[in-house]
């Protein structure tokens, strides 16, 4: 039995969908455009408004705004459904494509809605000034790089002084701090523990001191492994010392 959905009062959630097992969802820029393509198609459908997305290899953010949580749950269910049909057609695949129930969070108040829409234009681009260079999030569309055909931008540019405020804000350093990430959490914090001291064992690992003195490769492997296992950005925040924001920078050097 799953547990129920936490519904906002604005209507607006953090999403995030996965690829099977962490697997490639896109492996060419044909798959991304067929994706926004049926993002699009499946939005004006189910009446939803897309505030924020963007794609990366194995996952995607999005920021939809709704009336009824339903509508949310419709479109999602359908864009992957048409999404995986046309992969598996396209690369030769079977079998599932997308991992189980996409994730939601609820956005209530306006600087967290900022907070993750620089959150989710900054994901593939650690550098604080790079998020220009990747061209396959709505940042593209609120700079005018590309033009805005899936983003909605007038909710988000209207809680800034302008373009040049937006742009300054995303220039901004930031440290995510867990609560940004929207998955469900499918390990208790005893089941967290219990996983992560058995790896330290493993590694004669004995404390987060410890830990901190590995290699950063080393640090990113092993915080993946423990993602893949399904804790939490906060749970793996606990186990290694680390700051949240630390486990995913990590996390995202590790992302292909």
């Not at 490639?24 to 049926?38: P, S, T």
């Amino acid at each position: 039995m799953t547990n129920p959905r936490k519904q906002s009062e604005t209507g607006i959630y953090h999403v995030t969908s996965r690829g099977v097992a962490k697997c490639c969802i896109f492996n060419d820029d044909v798959d991304r455009r067929k994706y926004l393509e049926l993002l699009s198609r499946y939005m004006e459908e189910h009446d939803v408004k897309m505030l924020a997305w963007c794609l990366m290899g194995n996952h995607v953010h999005l920021l939809p705004q709704v009336d009824q949580h339903s509508r949310l749950s419709h479109m999602m269910r359908d864009l992957s459904a048409a999404y995986s049909k046309f992969f598996n057609w396209r690369h030769e695949r079977v079998g599932h494509l997308m991992q189980g129930r996409f994730g939601s969070k609820p956005i209530e108040d306006e600087q967290y809605l900022k907070t993750v829409v620089r959150y989710i234009h900054k994901n593939p681009v650690p550098n604080i000034s790079a998020t220009c260079d990747y061209r396959w999030s709505s940042y593209w569309e609120y700079t005018g790089f590309r033009k805005a055909t899936v983003a909605s931008t007038e909710l988000v540019l209207g809680t800034f002084d302008g373009l040049s405020s937006f742009i300054d804000f995303h220039e901004q350093e930031s440290e995510p701090d867990g609560s940004l990430d929207p998955d469900p959490v499918s390990l208790s914090n005893e089941e967290a523990h219990e996983i992560a001291q058995a790896t330290f064992v493993r590694l004669s690992v004995e404390t987060s001191a410890e830990f901190k003195k590995l290699s950063r490769g080393q640090r990113a492997q092993i915080v993946k492994l423990f993602r893949d296992w399904g804790m939490s950005i906060r749970q793996i925040a606990v186990e290694t010392g680390q700051s949240a924001g630390t486990v995913s920078n990590l996390l995202r050097n590790t992302q292909t």
